[in-house]
Every structure is written in C-alpha cells, then in structure tokens.
Nanobody, 114 residues
C-alpha cells in the first residue's frame, strides 16, 4: 500500500483545513486508516482513526474539532480540521493498517499562526 497525504498549508488560528490521503496498491487490505501528527521535538501521536465500517476514534485534544472520513467516490481518506489552534501545528501523516503491516505516507505540514 502506498499513501500520499496532501493539503497542509499555513492557516490562521480559528481557521479550517482539510487534509486528504490517497492510497494505491492493495487498498482492499486496509483495516483502518489513521492520521498522526508530529510537532517539532515531540513524538508522533495519533489524532484520528477510521475503520472499514466507518467507526471513528479521536484523540482528546481534537475531539469536536476534527472529523475523519472516507470519500468512497474519490477513494480518499480525509481529515477535516476546524477551530485550529497554534498547538495543532505539526507534520500530519496518514497511516494505513493491514492485518500484517502498517504503512506510512509522507507528511504534510500544517502551520497554524497569525
């Protein structure tokens, strides 16, 4: 499975942004798709997950602000981010989990600053 995330830009505090992740290869093997983020000097943390049934989970820090979804028409996994805060600044990664392995895409930079 190959993954590519895109959509990261500079956005003002309180703004919104949508990240997308495109998967190719054996995408039918994907059990769930995670979004992670890594801020400078910090560990990479999971922020959202969606499984093949559409069930979702979120980190407490983003609950109520972020929404993860899958666009079956476009074949993308999306992360809608609202009410962005400076502490949301990070490189965001999509990561697919199959039964045997975890795959990572390259990150996309999100910067929240005025």
């Amino acid at each position: 499975v190959q993954l590519q995330a895109f959509g990261g830009v500079l956005v003002q505090p309180g703004g919104s942004l949508r990240l997308s992740c495109v998967a190719s290869g054996n995408t039918l093997s994907i059990i769930y798709m995670d979004w992670y983020r890594q801020a400078p000097g910090k560990e990479r943390d999971m922020v959202a997950r969606i499984d093949t049934h559409g069930s979702t989970n979120y980190a407490d820090s983003v609950k109520g602000r972020f929404t993860v979804s899958r666009d079956n028409v476009k074949g993308t996994w999306n992360l809608e981010m609202n009410s962005l805060k400076p502490e949301d600044t990070a490189v965001y990664y999509c990561s697919a989990r199959t039964r045997d392995k975890r795959f990572w895409g390259q990150g996309t930079q999100v910067t929240v600053s005025s």
